[in-house]
C-alpha cells in the first residue's frame, strides 16, 4: 500500500499527470457542484421535461456567451415576472369593491436581431370572479400598439407570435417580429431602445392576487443553451458529469477487481477452474462486444446499469485476465503463502488478503486507463439508441442532436460541448494513467 | 504409542513423545507436456523417526537431498505418499480437516527466505495478528497482549517502534525474527526451521541461533532445524540426522555423531566443518566428489555408493542398507557396519 502512495508521490514529476490530475479535479469539482445544486431526482424530473417545466425557455438557442464575439449581437431571453418583481405591480381601489392591478415591465432592447418568440403568463388567485385584463405595447419611437383584452381564468397563456390578428395588425409579421420591428426601415430590423409592456387587470375581491410573466424568447440561452424540447442542456452536461465519473469509476473498479478475482481463483485452486477461465477468455475475446450489446439492448432492455454489467462481464475475460494469471503464478509461489496455509488461512483468505494486495500496486494505471473508455461506453450506448431512457447523460445530448439532425442545421453548441466534455474527461484519465504506467511498470519486474 | 526410534533418548516414556514420523514418502509425480508419466522425483524416501517434548534434532544435507521436502510434508503443507504423522497421539492426515487445523496450530514454521517470508503490504501488527484470527483467538485485547509477548520474545524492542513497520523497513536479521515471532505466536509444541538462517549475514546467524535455542528452552518447544551446513549445530539439538538422497543415513546423539561419524558421507561432512574462518562456511557443499543422486532413477543398492571411497563391490551397489546399530542410540544405513549381512546376500 505504501507503494501505492510513493507512485503518487512520483507523480509530480510528470506534467502529464499533473494535467490529468488537473482535469480530473475540474470534473470532480463540476460533478461534486451538480449533486449539491441539484438532486438526481429532480435532474432526472426536469429532463424529462414533463408538464410544462420548459415553456419559458427558448427553442434550439445557443448559449448565451457567444455574444462575446465580435459581430454577434443575438437577442437572449428575457424573463420578467411580477412573482419576483414586486416593484412591477401596483394596485389601487379604484371604486368600492373594485381594484386596479397596473403592470409594467419596461426594458431596454439592443440586440440586431429579433427574438423567437414573445409570451404572456398569467395566474390568478383567490378569485371567483374573472378579473378583466388588458394589456399595451409601448415602443422607443412612441407608438403604443394594444394587444387585446380578456376575461383572465386562474392561469391563461398568451402566445403573442400565434395570435392572426395580431399579426395582420402588424402588418403580417409574429409579434416577436412585429413588435420589435423599425416601421421606417424596409426590411425587417430591429428598433433599439427601451420597450415596455403594460398590462392592467381590474380585479373585485381584495385579496384576490395576480401575477403576470413576460418571456421574450432569445436566439441565446443560458451556459449551454437549449434543445429542441426547450430543455436547458446545463442540466444534462452538469449531471451527465457524476453519471460519467460513476461509470467510468465503477466499470473500471467492477472490471479490475472482478478480473482480478477471477484470475487469483483459477490461478490459485489450477486444474480445470483455471482451463475453465482460460477458454472463456479466449472465446470472450473473439465475441464482438458492440454487436452483442445492441441485441441484448434491443432484446431485452434498455437499462443502463444492465449494460454496464455485462459490458463489464465483456472486459473481465479479456486479454488483461492472462497478464493478471502470469502475475498470480509467481505470486502464488512466494514462501509468505506457504506460511499462510502453516497456520490455516482458508483458500478465500488467501486469495482475498495475500494474493490480491499483491497485485494492486500494477493495476493502478490499467485502472486509471480503463475509466475513460467506460465513460465513452455510456456515449457509445447512447448514441446506438441503448442508453438508459431517463438518466441526463452526455450521451444522451449527444444521441438527440444527433436525431435532430443538429449538425446539418447549424446547431453545433449542441454536440460541441458534450463532445468536448467527453474528450477532456477522457483525457484527464489517459493523461494520468500514462504516467501512473511509466512509474508503476519498472517496478513489475520487482514482483 | 510404541518407541521405534532407536536413537532416542534412553527411558524416553511414550507419552513423552511429540512427533511420530512413520515410513514417510513423498513422491512428486513428473508429467512430459502436462500428460505423459515420466516418473517419479522420490524427493522424501523412507523417512522415520521420534522427536520428545522439548527436544530438537538437526537434519543435515545437501542441497536437493529433499530436506526441504521433508519439512512442508511434515508441516502438512504437502500430503504424503506413503506413511503417516502422528503428533501428541493424533494421526494427521488429509481426511480430518479439524485435526489438521489442531495440528497447524501447534506447529511453527519458519522459512529460509526471511522477505519472502511476510507479506510485503502488511505491517508487523497485521502479520502477527493473522495467525491468531484465523485461529480463533476472538479477543481483540488477547491479540494485542500475544502480539507484544511474542514481539518481546524474539527481542524486537520497544514494540511499538515496530508494530506499524512494513517489513522491507526491517533488516535481514530484524525480518526472520519477526517470522520466529510469527511461528511462537500460536504458542507451538513444535518449530520446523528450514534453514533459518542461510540467507541472513554471517554477522546475525549466531544471534538468530541463539534466538531459536533460547526460545526451545524457555518454553520447552521441539525444534526441527534444517541446516546444509554443521557448524551452526552447535547451539541447541539433542540429535542429528544425516539426510543423503531423501533418506536418512545417520542418526545420532550430537556429541556422539560430531566425535564418531560412521557413514562415510557423514565423515566426509564431518571434515567439512569449517575452521573458525567465515569464508569456508559453505565449503562442505563440495567435499564428497560426484554428483548428488538423482531422486528419479536413485542408484541400487547404497545411494552413496558411486560417491563412495569405501564402496564394497557386489555389495553396497546391489543392496540397500538398513539402519545398524553402532554404539549408544547410534545408527547408520551403512554395509561397512554390517558386513555379515553384506556376506549373506553376497
Ligand atoms: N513441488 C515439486 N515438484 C516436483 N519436484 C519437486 C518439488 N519440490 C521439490 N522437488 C524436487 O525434489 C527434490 C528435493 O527438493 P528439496 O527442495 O526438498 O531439497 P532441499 O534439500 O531442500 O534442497 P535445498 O538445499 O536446495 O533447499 C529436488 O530434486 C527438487 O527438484
Ligand atoms: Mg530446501
Not at chain 1, 115 to 136: D, G, H, K, L, W
Not at chain 2, 68 to 73: E, K, M, P, V
Not at chain 2, 170 to 194: H, M, Y
Not at chain 2, 295 to 309: I, Q
Request: charged residues 20%; neutral net charge.
Amino acid at each position: 500500500m505504501n507503494r501505492v502512495v510513493k507512485g503518487f508521490k512520483d507523480l509530480a514529476q510528470y506534467p502529464s499527470a499533473i494535467a490529468g490530475l488537473v482535469l480530473i479535479s475540474l470534473f470532480v469539482a463540476l460533478a461534486v457542484y451538480a449533486m449539491v445544486t441539484m438532486p438526481l431526482g429532480q435532474a432526472i424530473e426536469l429532463w424529462r421535461g414533463s408538464g410544462d417545466v420548459w415553456q419559458y425557455t427558448p427553442r434550439n438557442a445557443a448559449p448565451a456567451w457567444l455574444n462575446v464575439f465580435p459581430g454577434i449581437n443575438k437577442p437572449v431571453t428575457m424573463d420578467f415576472n411580477t412573482a419576483n418583481m414586486p416593484e412591477a405591480k401596483t394596485v389601487e381601489e379604484i371604486a368600492p369593491g373594485m381594484w386596479e392591478v397596473r403592470v409594467s415591465f419596461p426594458f431596454d432592447f439592443t440586440y440586431d436581431e429579433f427574438p423567437t418568440e414573445i409570451n404572456v403568463f398569467t395566474t390568478v388567485r383567490n378569485s371567483t370572479a374573472r378579473p378583466f385584463f388588458s394589456m399595451r405595447w409601448l415602443t422607443p419611437d412612441g407608438r403604443e400598439i394594444p394587444l387585446g383584452d380578456v376575461d383572465l381564468r386562474a392561469s391563461e397563456s398568451f402566445r403573442l407570435g400565434q395570435d392572426a390578428r395580431l399579426t395582420r395588425r402588424l402588418g403580417g409579421r409574429p409579434a416577436h417580429m412585429g413588435l420589435f420591428a423599425d416601421p421606417n426601415a424596409s426590411e425587417a430590423v430591429p428598433l433599439k431602445g427601451r420597450y415596455e409592456l403594460v398590462a392592467e387587470a381590474l380585479v373585485f375581491e381584495p385579496d384576490t392576487e395576480l401575477d403576470v410573466r413576460l418571456v421574450v424568447y432569445g436566439q441565446l440561452h443560458g451556459l449551454a443553451g437549449t434543445d429542441h424540447r426547450r430543455r436547458d442542456l446545463t442540466v444534462a452536461l452538469l449531471w451527465g458529469t457524476p453519471i460519467a465519473l460513476a461509470m467510468g469509476l465503477m466499470g473500471a473498479i467492477g472490471a479490475t477487481v472482478t478480473t482480478m478475482a477471477i484470475a487469483a481463483v483459477g490461478t490459485w485452486y489450477g486444474g480445470w477452474v483455471d482451463n475453465l477461465i482460460q477458454r472463456i477468455t479466449e472465446i470472450n475475446m473473439m465475441l464482438p462486444g458492440y454487436p452483442l450489446l445492441i441485441m441484448i439492448g434491443t432484446l431485452v432492455d434498455r437499462n443502463l446499469l444492465l449494460l454496464t454489467a455485462i459490458w463489464v462481464a465483456l472486459s473481465i475475460f479479456s486479454a488483461s485476465i492472462k497478464s493478471y494469471r502470469a502475475m498470480f503464478l509467481q505470486v502464488k509461489e512466494a514462501p509468505y503463502i506457504e506460511a499462510a496455509k502453516s497456520y490455516s488461512a482458508s483458500n478465500m483468505r488467501i486469495i482475498v488478503q495475500y494474493m490480491m494486495p499483491r497485485i494492486i500496486p500494477v493495476l493502478v494505471p490499467t485502472f486509471v486507463g480503463l475509466v475513460p473508455s467506460f465513460v465513452f461506453f455510456e456515449a457509445t450506448i447512447s448514441v446506438l439508441g441503448l442508453g438508459d431512457p431517463l438518466l441526463p447523460t452526455w450521451g444522451k445530448v449527444l444521441s438527440e442532436a444527433q436525431d435532430m439532425g443538429a449538425l446539418h442545421n447549424g446547431y453545433y453548441y449542441w454536440v460541441l460541448a458534450p463532445s468536448l466534455l467527453l474528450v477532456f474527461s477522457g483525457a484527464g484519465f489517459a493523461l494520468l494513467g500514462f504516467a501512473l504506467d511509466r512509474i508503476f511498470n519498472p517496478r513489475l519486474r520487482s514482483l | 504409542m510404541e518407541i521405534f526410534d532407536k536413537t532416542m533418548r534412553p527411558g524416553t516414556k511414550p507419552e513423552d513423545v511429540l512427533l511420530s514420523v512413520e515410513g514417510l514418502h513423498k513422491w512428486f509425480e513428473i508429467k512430459r507436456l502436462g500428460l505423459f508419466r515420466v516418473g517419479d522425483v522420490k524427493a522424501v524416501d523412507g523417512v522415520d523417526f521420534q522427536l520428545a517434548r522439548g527436544e530438537s534434532v538437526t537434519v543435515v544435507g545437501e542441497s536437493g537431498c529433499g530436506k526441504s521436502t521433508l519439512a512442508r510434508t511434515i508441516l502438512g503443507l504437502y500430503g504424503p505418499t506413503k506413511g503417516r504423522i502422528v503428533f501428541d497421539g493424533r494421526v494427521i492426515d488429509g481426511t480430518d480437516k479439524e485435526a489438521l487445523a489442531w495440528y497447524r496450530r501447534h506447529v511453527g514454521f519458519v522459512q529460509q527466505d526471511p522477505f519472502g517470508a511476510l507479506p510485503p503490504f502488511m505491517t508487523v501488527q497485521r502479520i502477527l495478528n493473522e495467525p491468531l484470527v484465523i485461529n480463533g483467538v476472538k479477543d481483540p485485547e488477547e491479540r494485542q497482549r500475544r502480539i507484544r509477548k511474542a514481539l518481546e520474545d524474539v527481542r524486537l524492542m520497544p514494540v511499538e517502534d515496530y508494530l506499524t513497520k512494513f517489513p522491507h523497513q526491517l533488516s535481514g536479521g530484524q525480518q526472520q525474527r519477526l517470522v520466529i515471532a510469527r511461528a511462537i505466536i500460536l504458542e507451538p509444541k513444535l518449530i520446523v526451521a528450514d534453514e533459518p538462517v542461510s540467507m541472513l549475514d554471517a554477522s546475525v546467524r549466531v544471534e538468530i541461533m541463539q534466538l531459536l535455542g533460547r526460545l526451545q528452552q524457555q518454553y520447552n518447544i521441539s525444534i526441527i532445524y534444517i541446516t546444509h551446513d554443521l557448524s551452526t549445530v552447535r547451539y541447541f539439538s539433542d540429535r542429528i540426522f544425516v539426510m543423503y538422497g531423501a533418506k536418512l543415513i545417520e542418526k545420532a546423539r550430537t556429541k556422539e555423531l560430531l566425535k564418531n561419524p560412521s557413514h562415510p558421507y557423514a565423515q566426509a561432512l564431518m571434515n567439512a566443518i569449517p575452521d573458525p574462518d567465515p569464508d569456508n562456511v559453505d565449503r562442505f557443499r563440495e567435499v564428497p566428489g560426484g554428483e548428488p543422486p538423482s531422486l528419479m532413477n536413485p542408484p541400487a543398492g547404497c545411494r552413496f555408493h558411486p560417491r563412495c571411497p569405501a564402496a564394497i563391490k557386489g555389495v553396497c551397489d546391489v543392496q540397500e542398507p538398513p539402519h545398524f546399530e553402532r554404539g549408544e542410540q547410534h545408527l547408520v544405513a551403512c554395509w561397512l557396519y554390517g558386513e555379515e549381512h553384506a556376506e549373506q546376500t553376497a
